[in-house]
């Protein structure tokens, strides 16, 4: 007798289902899924339950004729494919035609549908996947799927099932996101005792996250505005083809205020072409935007959209297409990321002291608002929390996990932002020493007006080496109108330049941190970051016009590489040359060092070309030509910098707080160091018990 035998399709189509049909909300992702495909523009879900007892979508798509409603029911039935090629650019959500099948399967189900050109509609049961009637009935146009004793035939699977009001926050957190990745959409979810969401339609994603959250909530949000760009090739991976090149980008959406803090990733909710997907990728990026700016312990809520290309992204990698893969992965991963982090520029805090005494315990922060009810609207907030052995332990899916957050978390005091312009970053740990405050309410008239180069130049002939003679008279001006001009009332904003332009400097603290004095308050400066800063704009800008100063060695330097840093030297030689670098190889494992970036010591040659080298990391190994250029940047500048122990006199320290000013982003250093931390008056004014 033949050990290997054909499974009936019965059992077949309960092992797709334990694939796909996990739990209650599964079964409305797939429905909802299918309503969108139809070209739904309302989609209503009736829960019981939790789901356990009934589901029922009801849509006013095109619906379904006779013969295909009882196709649906086939394994592999599908509207949405046709040939094989089909599958390199899937351009709707549902696709593999297992859904029908594999819910049937596991549940009583009701499927009543009828096509707009059709005269009646069909009503079709099936009771734990075997036909148990068809008729003929007269229906509305569009598709009306019910579902009920989910799991009554796999009474294991049911077991497995969390309390009613788990289940119920899970489809909540379902059809929530949903409903925000189709604005022009009407979703409805009732009970029989509540209607936990009712959308109308709207134009814009602001207002469909007003009518689930409230004000309070969008006013805690940051909008990332749509941010396109043509696709390009990573360094190391294939030049795009001719009929690529047209291909475009897009990222949109909305991210949380640096003060709105998570405790899990339940918060981040990704879309792919308006697909709700889990991305490793995307979440990376997402965590390096907030580098620096977020305790690593915390998260943010973030509602992020992805448009592009069909066939830039293969949706066919999970039974239940929750999972994508990128072509360019890099690329899409670095894009996300700096779309992102340009947006949390206008919401920064500035950091502060803290201001003595009584102040030191942190103001509990508002955890709650859109990162609390991202995963379930507000009325079923009534219920109990779920027991601890819910879901708290599961892994992050953004088309399962529920969103119920704790209210009483609270703001970390070391939260200390930094405006981080590229993707390397040295983690700025929490030591409970600093608060943020808010930006001033009102500038302050400029009270001490800096010189021009030129009137102190003789003075700085004997500066250090890396320390700049003079500041270009024809230097650019900053672009910091340009690039922060929707930040003028953002709760939470950058200083303005101007606000930093009038520091008097008094004196060091330990010849390495500048201290000065303005009309807000009392500020210190580290000498070094903020020289880096300086240095690193000047680079990128320099760079960009192809005139990056080198100096030459009087020796060459001679540096033997590891096999991996080698490989990497090949993949960047032209961009090391480009920005000042003159090396050459010498044997199979050596390099020899001609010149260098003007303003580095020699004795930091070897180490800055190191750096550089072990900067790219193996999983940026297909790094942009862009972060590539900022890496090189940072670099450069950190190691040309003035350093730490190094006394300035007056003149110097002039010179550098305004260059510091002209800067596009002086509050923190290309590494994510902040540069400045400020005393206000207000908080001096406490400390003294003045107010």
Known sequence: MSRIRILPEAVANRIAAGEVVERPASVVKELLENALDAGATSIRVEVESG?????????????????????????????????????????TLGFRGEAMPTIAAVSRLLLETRDAAEPEGVRVEFAAGKLVSVKSAGLPAGTTVSVADLFYSVPARRKFLKSEITELGHIASLVTHYALANPGKQFVLTTPTQ???????????????????????????????????????????????????????SVYGFTSRPEIQRPNRNGIYVFVNRRLVRDRLILHAIHEAYRNILPGNVFPATLLFLEMPYDEVDVNVHPAKIEVRFRRSQFVHDFTRDSIRQVLMNARAVPS?????????????????????????????????????????????????????????????ANIPTLEDVGIGSGVGSD????????????????????SASTFGAALDSAPLGFPAALPADSAQPNWAANFSTATNAPGRLPHPDEIADLKPLGQVSASFIVA???????????????????????????????????????????????????????????????????????????????????????????????????????????????????????????????????????????LLGALAKTDCPMSCPHGRPVVLRYSVREIERAFQRI
């Open 432 to 451: 409970g020493g600093f608060e943020l405050t808010g930006a001033p309410l009102r500038p302050v008239a400029q009270r001490f007006s800096f010189e």
């Open 51 to 91: 789901g356990k007892r009934m589901i029922r979508v009801i849509d006013d798509g095109h619906g379904m004729t006779h013969d295909d409603a009882l196709l649906a029911f086939e394994r592999h039935a599908t509207s949405k494919l046709k040939s094989a090629d089909d599958l390199m650019s899937i351009a």
């Open 517 to 655: 004095v303005n009309g807000e308050g009392l500020w210190i400066v580290d000498q070094h970051v903020a020289h880096e800063r300086v240095l690193f704009e000047q680079h990128l800008e320099a760079r960009r016009a192809g005139k990056v100063e080198s100096q030459r060695m009087l020796m060459p330097m001679i540096l033997e590489l590891s096999p991996r840093q080698l490989v990497i030297y090949e993949k960047i030689a032209d961009e090391l040359a480009a920005n000042g670098f003159e090396v050459e190889p010498m044997g199979p494992r050596s390099v020899a060092i001609q010149a260098i970036p003007a303003g580095v010591t020699g004795t930091d040659a070897e180490k800055l070309l190191t750096e550089i080298l072990d900067g790219i990391e193996r999983e940026n190994a297909a790094i942009s030509i862009e972060t590539l250029q900022a890496k090189i940047a940072a670099s450069t500048a950190c190691h040309a910098a003035i350093k730490v122990n190094m006394p300035l006199d007056q003149t110097k320290m002039e010179w």
């Open 353 to 413: 002291f803290a201001a003595a005494a009584g102040a030191g315990a942190a103001a509990p922060g508002n955890a709650i608002g859109f990162g609390a009810n991202l995963g379930i609207i507000a009325a079923t907030q009534t219920s109990p929390r779920p027991d601890s052995n819910g879901d708290a332990g599961q892994p992050h899916d953004a088309s399962l996990q529920s969103s119920l957050a704790d209210p009483t978390v609270s703001i970390p005091h």
């Open 195 to 249: 209607q936990i969401i009712d959308c109308p339609p709207v134009e814009r994603l602001a207002d469909r996250i007003y009518q689930l959250f409230g004000k309070q909530s969008l006013d805690e949000l940051v909008e990332i505005q749509i941010a396109s760009t043509p696709f390009r090739a990573a360094i190391t991976e294939p030049e795009l083809e001719p009929n690529e090149e047209s291909a475009r980008i």
